[in-house]
Structures are given as structure tokens and as C-alpha cells.
């Protein structure tokens, strides 16, 4: 949002090298999705949607679900896209 996109996306990369989910299946997940949203923000959805759809099948702490993606407004930037759009299907879990 300060227009520093390279950094926002550095730090959320350093912090998966730092929690990454082979290591804390239970909250390294939640890492990968601060990415993904971070990728949301700076406008990478090529990045964020393989991310959210790698998280959809994986349970971890406060696991993402299709619901979540449909409702929650940090998705809204990818709302339009037809792969997004795929990953909200309640069939997908």
C-alpha cells in the first residue's frame, strides 16, 4: 500500500523461510497466506491464486476454506477471475 511492492513481497517470502510449513504444519501454512494476500495487495494474482489453491488442500490453524475466499474482501481484487472463482466452489475440499 506505500508502493513498495518488491519489499512487501521480500519480507513475506523471508518470513515462510522462517516458519515454512514443513516444519510447523500447524501455523507455517498461515505464513504462506499472509503471501498470498500480500500478492493480492500488490496486484500479483498469477502468484496468489496456485498459493490459495495449494492452501485450500492443506488443514492447518484457522485453515482457509471456499467461504473464506468468497467472503472475505481481501479476495476482492480477484473476484473476477475465473480461477479464483473456481477455488470459492464448496466442492473443492
Given at each position: 500500500?506505500?508502493?513498495?511492492?518488491?519489499?512487501?513481497?521480500?519480507e513475506?517470502?523471508?518470513?515462510?523461510t522462517?516458519?515454512?510449513?514443513?516444519?510447523?504444519?500447524?501455523?507455517?501454512?498461515?505464513?504462506?497466506?499472509?503471501?498470498?494476500?500480500?500478492?493480492?495487495?500488490?496486484?500479483?494474482?498469477n502468484?496468489?491464486?496456485?498459493?490459495?489453491?495449494?492452501l485450500?488442500?492443506?488443514p492447518?490453524?484457522?485453515?482457509?476454506?471456499?467461504?473464506?475466499?468468497?467472503?472475505?474482501?481481501?479476495?476482492?481484487?480477484?473476484?473476477?477471475?475465473?480461477?479464483?472463482q473456481?477455488?470459492?466452489?464448496?466442492?473443492?475440499?
Amino acid at each position: 500500500m506505500l508502493g513498495q511492492k518488491d519489499a512487501a513481497i521480500k519480507e513475506a517470502q523471508r518470513a515462510i523461510t522462517l516458519l515454512p510449513s514443513e516444519k510447523d504444519a500447524v501455523d507455517g501454512p498461515k505464513v504462506e497466506e499472509n503471501l498470498a494476500s500480500v500478492e493480492v495487495l500488490v496486484g500479483d494474482k498469477n502468484r496468489a491464486i496456485p498459493r490459495l489453491h495449494h492452501l485450500l488442500e492443506i488443514p492447518y490453524n484457522n485453515f482457509l476454506t471456499p467461504a473464506l475466499l468468497r467472503l472475505h474482501p481481501i479476495w476482492d481484487p480477484l473476484r473476477s477471475d475465473p480461477a479464483f472463482q473456481k477455488l470459492c466452489e464448496d466442492k473443492h475440499r
